[in-house]
């Protein structure tokens, strides 16, 4: 048991310094700032610029964010505090049920829905034209699927706020509205941050879904109507051909790393939060 | 009890939560500028009785409220009635304080903010005011900017009650409102009752019955959701006329 | 007062909308898979494998990936359990005082459980590298293993925790040795068990990047662990690239069946959790 345990504990460390270790050959060839920093991508030349495809991450998660988190507070300050409590009952299972679709379905959607959507009702009024295959139809489909996520930690922290302190700010004279403004979005302010950054890595990592609908252009995006190439949606185009190029394989699972370091560190600190708030409000 | 002018006429109350029927039948009236005090053993309803006066518990699911709640001759339970008026004209002083999540000057500020825009020479006045007279403004006046939490829980409850004398009330609420003090805050929270009656009704919860006996005007004994016996401290305390009272101000239900 | 009591309308309104655009969203998804991908329902699709001629339209199923699918997903979710509930047990009762250290290793699988499944597949093409496995269901199951191990250790955690204490002590006082009482309390759980067995086979089913590179694509059912295996998602995603309409639309077919295997195993373990609690309390 205690074998198994620290075995899978490790995992965290086995998988940093094996995807490490496969990306030291590209590290000796280019330093860390011409991988991150340049935009060239010639694989067959030996030149390896990330740049555009960290952008394209960027680019798709900042709108999925942008998108999905006032949604989502709005989604729970209802669920939480205003829907009565037989109308609470019904809505959380399919919050759950969305939780539990597999991503490929959200990208077959995303190719079925958004990408007719955008290049017929949306981007006519914005650009000339557009095929719908962009960084704004990534977004949306990522938003939707970080909805679940984003609910259920932003409804687990309006829970633990004392009644005690809504009734405090009710007694004064407030709205309901008014206590919900001005205290508890301030009170769960710390968990509402915890649920993001997580909601972020959660976006960061996501292959499937947003390489189907993003286009896959290793440019850097300009507008929501560009097409881009998150990172994630690289490696998995490209696995096919890394073994015949040199030094690709060591530079897709670089881009493996990239993805694992920053969404540890994200994972990490959102953790640590939402584990203080828990800690705070049972003390 | 009946007086000539109550501050507050309950009239056939009723609450129920679920399928438990907390308060029964409840008809009491609560003298104006008077301390009022609900004893009663723990799970009586004492409580219950207290939040519906400014309807309080209207944010517990499946609770069923029937009858008349007056508040200066107007029945708060009319669907027309504006709330947060009825709210304002009381001010809550629960168990354990609860500071909003501001500064000391913030937490006064609330209430005068929600109801219009106060010009901030006219904040500034009636925050110190207010922290006079609750007898904090020499510990906290170099600090006003501080968040409110960082005051011990004596301090921090008396900021919670001149958070609620600031949007001028005319009635405190006090849920057992020292069970979490120590004897010394305690004591002052007790004194500034007695200061404050002569401007406000005071109705307050308590378990303690010396507590009840040295603030009190009137004593309302309750038991099981009922209204067992209602009369002036003196009386309720020394010479009550009821089995139940005497049992329990005997100690022998607790 | 009115313009206070307006500001709050105003956002309880955007809050029913918001509300509406999150819960309707599942209804949006399933209702686009479904609208699309019935018309291309047949018995061939789950009946056949890819016949001759299937990539340009003509005859076939997918049934080489729907086999593919559960070999994986069972395979990876029988292996996890194995390593699974012996890490459960052990964080639950013989980490017990040591809440710093337990603490820490939850942690930890938290943060396996948010890597990203393409990281999965990268490590397990490089430890398939490592030991000269080829692309095969051998390779996808062991890929798919690592991402639900995450998944099933929080799930069994979870709900070894709502074991009453009492009902452990009660086990110790009489005599039992800790792995004796482990035994107790998986009893208890056991509906805790299917539920995370469930939790953990809808995850690995429906999981595209960590089998894209381990687990290869095949047109025939595998036969043994060292060939390679079509998973759903795969087919799903190959399909919906092709120019041919007949073959796109067998694409929504396939995203049809993938989405009611899914759609059942999540309703059959909320369900589960559902009694699972009820019965506690």
């Known amino acids: 048991m205690l074998l198994f345990t620290v075995a899978s504990v490790s995992l965290v460390f086995i998988i940093g310094i094996g995807l490490y270790y496969k990306s030291i050959p590209i590290l000796n060839k280019l330093s860390w700032g011409q991988l991150l920093g340049s935009s060239v991508w010639k694989p067959f030349k030996g030149l390896f610029g990330f740049f555009p495809y960290i952008m394209g991450t960027l680019w798709v998660t900042g709108i999925a964010i942008v998108i999905a988190l006032p949604l989502c507070i709005l989604t729970s300050l209802y669920i939480v505090e205003y829907a009565p409590s037989r109308l609470r009952r019904f809505l959380m299972p399919f919050v759950n049920l969305l939780s539990g679709i597999p991503p490929v379905i959200f990208g077959v959607w995303g190719v079925l829905f958004i990408i007719p959507l955008i290049q017929t009702y949306i981007a006519p009024h914005f650009v000339e034209y557009s095929t719908g295959y962009s960084v704004l139809a990534g977004g949306i489909v990522l938003a939707v699927m970080i909805f679940p996520l984003i609910v259920s930690i932003v409804n687990e922290v309006l829970r633990t706020m004392p009644q005690e302190l809504k009734d405090a700010s009710l007694a004064l004279g407030a709205t309901k509205w008014e206590t919900i403004k001005k205290v508890i979005l301030r009170k769960a302010l710390p968990g509402i941050i915890a649920a993001t950054v997580l909601a972020i890595s959660r976006a960061f990592g996501e292959t499937i879904a947003v390489l189907m609908v993003c286009g896959n252009n290793a440019v850097v995006p300009h507008s929501v109507f560009d097409t881009g190439y998150p990172l994630p949606a690289l490696i998995a185009n490209n696995y096919g051909d890394m073994m015949s190029i040199p030094l690709y394989d060591s530079a897709l699972m670089f881009a493996a790393l990239l993805l694992f370091i920053i969404i540890l560190l994200f994972n990490i600190i959102s953790r640590v939060i939402l584990t203080r708030l828990e800690r705070r409000m049972a003390g | 009890m009946t007086f000539e002018k109550p501050h507050i006429s309950v009239q056939g109350l009723n609450v129920q939560i679920g399928d438990n029927h907390i308060l029964k039948d409840i008809n009491i009236d609560i003298p104006n500028k008077k301390v009022t005090s609900i004893i009663g053993p723990s799970g009586c309803g004492k409580t219950t009785l207290l939040k519906t006066f400014n309807r309080l518990l209207d944010n517990t699911s499946d609770v069923k409220i029937t009858g008349k709640v007056l508040v200066d001759g107007e029945n708060i339970y009319d669907p027309n009635i504006e709330i947060t008026h009825i709210r304002k004209k009381m001010g809550l002083l629960s168990q354990r304080p609860y500071p909003l999540p501001m500064s000391i000057y913030d937490n006064i500020a609330y209430g005068p903010r929600i109801h219009g825009s106060p010009k901030k020479k006219d904040l500034d006045i009636l925050v110190e005011e207010q922290l006079k007279n609750v007898g904090l403004w020499e510990e906290v006046k170099d600090r006003l900017n501080a968040p409110a939490t960082r005051l011990s829980i004596g301090q921090q409850q008396r900021l919670c009650l001149a958070r609620g004398l600031a949007v001028g009330p005319e009635m405190i609420l006090g849920d057992e409102s020292t069970s979490a003090l120590d004897p010394l805050s305690t004591h002052i929270i007790e004194d500034l009752f007695m200061k404050l009656k002569e401007k406000y009704s005071i109705v307050l919860v308590t378990h303690i019955l010396r507590q009840a006996a040295r603030v009190s005007d009137y004593i309302i004994f309750v038991y099981m959701g009922k209204i067992i016996e209602y009369g002036p401290a003196e009386q309720i305390l020394k010479n009550p006329q009821e089995q139940l009272t005497k049992e329990y101000v005997k100690g022998y239900i607790v | ?281």
Not at chain 3, 62 to 83: D, K, P, Q, R
Not at chain 3, 197 to 212: E, H, K, P, W
Request: charged share 15%; glycine share 10%; net charge positive.
């Open chain 3, 1 to 281: 007062m009115i313009k206070r009591k307006l500001e709050e309308q105003f956002f309880k309104l955007l809050m029913v909308l918001a509300t509406i655009v999150v819960s309707g969203s599942f209804f949006l998804i399933v209702g686009t898979i479904f609208y699309k991908g019935v018309p291309y329902m047949n018995w061939d699709m789950i009946s056949k494998t890819p016949g001759g001629g299937f990539y340009i339209g003509k005859e076939g199923g997918v049934l080489n990936a729907i086999v593919g699918s559960m070999y994986i997903a069972g395979g990876a979710t029988i292996l996890g359990l194995i390593i699974s509930i012996p890490v459960a047990i052990f964080i639950n009762m013989y980490m017990d005082g040591k809440k710093f250290l337990s603490n820490t290793v939850r942690m930890a699988f938290d943060v396996l459980f948010g890597i990203p499944s393409i990281v999965y597949g990268a490590f397990g093409f490089l430890l398939m590298i490592y030991f000269g496995v080829r692309a095969s269901l051998l390779g996808g199951i062991i890929a798919v293993t690592l991402l639900v191990i995450p998944i099933l250790v929080r799930t069994l955690d979870e709900v070894i925790r709502t074991v009453p204490g009492e009902l452990r002590d009660a086990a110790l006082s009489l005599g039992s040795t800790r792995w004796e009482t482990a035994k107790v309390v998986l009893r208890a759980i056991r509906p805790g068990i299917y539920t995370a067995i469930l939790l953990s086979f809808g995850r690995a089913i429906g999981d595209v990047a960590s089998v894209l590179f381990t687990a290869g694509f095949s047109d025939n059912i595998p036969t043994s662990l060292h060939e390679p295996a079509a998973t759903l998602p795969l087919a799903i995603f190959f399909q919906l690239g092709s120019p041919v309409a007949e073959v796109q639309g067998r694409g929504y077919a396939s995203a049809l069946i993938l989405t009611i295997v899914v759609l059942v195993i999540t309703v059959l373990s909320e369900l589960l959790l559902k009694r699972f609690y009820k019965n506690k309390i």
